[in-house]
């Protein structure tokens, strides 16, 4: 029995050699050699604006021109009156090296509306910068300083980034330059709020005022995106850090050195994103593409045969996974070109060839639509909860419609987004789009579908359009 247990007391000890331990087997990575290599082209830089002094907003007491938040202070808080005059206001951020003969890249709001742009670079020296082209929508400028020589980036392939990737951010937060923070790949992909053009990087790297426009590298040391906005409560980092990727910044930049702006191509169309429940309306088997919602009267989408209630699969070969990814598929395009989008409309797939117009930056201003006088007498609610009523001849002319049922109320528990004084211009029901005008047919429609399924319409609300899923409140059963 001895010897048994002996012999089990060697084996358990061999098995344990055998075994590396856990420290062995798991290192933190080592940033050193990447800092040590690509840091030198890491730049830091400031910025000076002269502003009125009547115009300076009210700061806080003891608030010095050379804290990073006064520039967050005088854009974002109420102005007063003051003396007249001028004062210099000053801002702070990162940037990168991408050519040996001056070259940089930055975020356009880093230095937008700057008077004097100075650049200090990792030995210490400075350069006054001018602005070569800056793009809004997708918050990159390009920057020349007079210098030759200079140390550059290596770029990678934000594509090949995987979530739970490592990576690293060198910039200046708060003015303290070269400061290095590491994190990972939290998201990929992520559309913001009017951000429509960039498929932005999500991180957990340590991003603070000052750090905008320095660079995000992989562990091979190139650069892979660059950092740009922070989602924050309170102005400073808490833990959601978002980059542009390299490849989206490396196109404005080679557009923006080549003529000084950015084109961009458009089609004409409003989307929104396709639910669960607007699938099953439009008979498609998966739950992806863009629902157009409208489409502008003679643009290119229009013209091309594009309608209401289609959803757009792919463009030019590539899918279209959510409707984030048409904006930038179709603002890629070069205008002019004759693309390729696949739709489905009424349960099947067709191509349909349309011609990409450019974007402009300008703004059409929308039609305003006015609300005619409600009818005297308003119908009982149907069985979803709806109180509705037909169009009257003024209304369509106002509306510029031909047809379509105002919401005069929403009743009961509504599961939707419905509001009273929208118009219901259509019924989407088994994949089947249907024009509504009258009562009579959108309660014909209602009754020839089961109590417990949800119906989804087609919705104008002011300027806009929109496809919204109705279900009936609890406890409603059959009955109009």
Known sequence: MKSLFAAAVFSLSCLFALVPPASAQRELPDFSQLVEQQGRAVVNISTTQKVSTRAMPQLPPGLDEDDPMFDFFRRFIPQQPGVPGSQDARSLGSGFIISADGYLMTNAHVVDEADEITVRLSDKREFRARVIGADKRTDVAVLKIDASGLPVVRFGDASKLKVGEWVVAIGSPFGFESSVTAGIVSAKGRSLPQENFVPF??????????????????????????NSQIYSRNGGFMGL??????DVAMDVQSQLRATGRVQRGRIGVVIQEVTKELADSFGLPNAEGALVSSVEPRGPAEKAGIEPGDVILRFDGKQVEKSGDLPRLVGGTKPGTA??????????????????AELSDERIDPRKARRGAAPEAAPAPNRLGLVLSELTPQQKRELKVEGGLKVEEVAGNQRSDLRAGDIILAVIARGKQTPVGTLEQFNKILSSIEPKVGLTVLVRRGDSQTFLTLRAPN?????K
Request: cysteine-free; overall charge negative.
């Open 201 to 226: 990087i999500q991180t957990d790297v340590a991003i603070n005022p000052g750090n905008s426009g320095g660079p995000l590298f992989n562990l091979s040391g190139e650069v892979v995106g660059i």
């Open 339 to 356: 693309s390729v989008a696949q739709i489905w409309r009424n349960g099947a797939t067709r191509d349909i060839r349309v011609t990409v």
């Open 241 to 246: 850090s978002f980059a542009i990727p390299i």
């Open 475 to 479: 406890g409603q059963g059959d009955g």
